[in-house]
Nanobody, 125 residues
Framework: VQLVESGGGLVQAGESLRLSCAAS????????VGWFRQAPGKEREGVAC????????YFTNSAIGRFTISSDNAKNTLYLQMNSLKPEDTAVYFC???????????????????WGQGTQVTVSS
């Protein structure tokens, strides 16, 4: 299984980015998926996810209203659309998939089986 993120970069506050996560050896459809981030000196935190038992997305509080998680099953690709970016969104962003995850537990990193290598997002003020 390989997950490969792309789409990170350097943007100014208020701008948008769309991250992509392409999977090989694994099918996103029907499995829990999520986006996580880790800033220097901080623990990895859940940003947005969809769990096993429902199709309702869950978001960390700071992402509500600004970020959207979606997937294209035909392309087997997961997306994170990030709008109105803030300097505090600066981090390495990871996609994750797999495992047995219910409800908002999909925001917990340890619940997932497979991880990408991460893509850097830097937001300047």
């Amino acid at each position: 299984v390989q997950l490969v993120e792309s789409g990170g970069g350097l943007v100014q506050a208020g701008e948008s980015l769309r991250l992509s996560c392409a999977a090989s050896g694994f099918t996103f459809a029907g499995h829990p998926v999520g986006w996580f981030r880790q800033a220097p000196g901080k623990e990895r935190e859940g940003v947005a996810c969809i769990s096993d038992n429902d199709s309702v997305p869950y978001f960390t509080n700071s992402a509500i209203g600004r970020f959207t998680i979606s997937s294209d099953n035909a392309k087997n690709t997961l997306y994170l659309q990030m709008n109105s970016l803030k300097p505090e969104d600066t981090a390495v962003y990871f996609c994750a998939a797999g495992g047995i995850v219910y409800g908002s537990n999909c925001l917990i990193p340890v619940e997932f089986d497979y991880w990408g290598q991460g893509t850097q997002v830097t937001v300047s003020s």
